[in-house]
């Protein structure tokens, strides 16, 4: 309980007292944003439209975008779905933050499946190393939350707000991606210049509306853990959405508009 100055206890749960929780608060964080750090110079995780760029060789074993993708989120989704049936003597937060992360990750699948529209392939070991990524802290933010069950809640409590921005940044995500994968005709495997929604002022609306989504998440669960984990996540979309906005101009030069920002708009 330390660890955690007095006034933020208003807000979130004390540290559970496990050595799990505190290495894999460490490895995330650290990981997670080192990959966003890499992301803004350039060192692209080579999936989506950075797949023939940067860390990606020509050698590499790959496999479809796809199947890639879907391997980034079916095993994030099955860890929260297990949760209800793991986890004994849920309470409420309980069941909104292992809903939230169901959600969440269904979603994903349902695009990948349904949604999403490809034209490459993506390096082996990014469809390793993303959903250790995603399935390590999902069940560490789940089993956080379960640890805390012991503690007093927060005087604060915000898991209906939290409520609320997941909904929000769910919904926002989605849309964004939608204009996305509408951008493309069947057969069409060209880049276009993303229109439509908040794409007229960022190039990485989808990323931002994640954000939300993930800071609802944090907000519904009120542990130092998810806490750690958003803040991790917003620094590598803020990498990500930089090497983005550099990827645009670079592909498409002078008809990129240069006030279309990277994440925030009319700020960076």
Known sequence: MGLIPPILLNYLFPSPSSWFVATMTVVNFYSVTSAGYNEAKGGNMPYSKFSNVGVAKKQEKKLSSRNGMLLFYAPS?????????????????????????????????????????????????????????????????????????????PTVDLKYVGITLFLIGTIGNFYHHYLLANLRKKGDKTYKIPQGGLFRLIICPHYLFEIVAYVGISTISQTPYAVSFTLATIFYLMGRSYGTRKWYLSKFGEEFPKEVKALIPYVF
Request: charged content about 15%; aromatic content about 16%; glycine content about 2%.
């Open 77 to 153: 989704f099955l860890v929260g779905l297990a949760s209800f049936f793991i986890f004994p003597l849920r309470d409420l937060r309980f069941v909104l933050l292992a809903s939230a992360l169901t959600i969440h990750f269904f979603k994903r699948v349902l695009e990948v499946l349904f949604l999403h529209k490809y034209s490459g392939s993506m390096a082996l070991r990014s469809a390793i190393i993303i959903p250790l990524s995603y399935t390590s802290s999902t069940a560490t933010m789940i089993y956080a939350l379960y640890l805390s069950q012991d503690f007093t809640e």
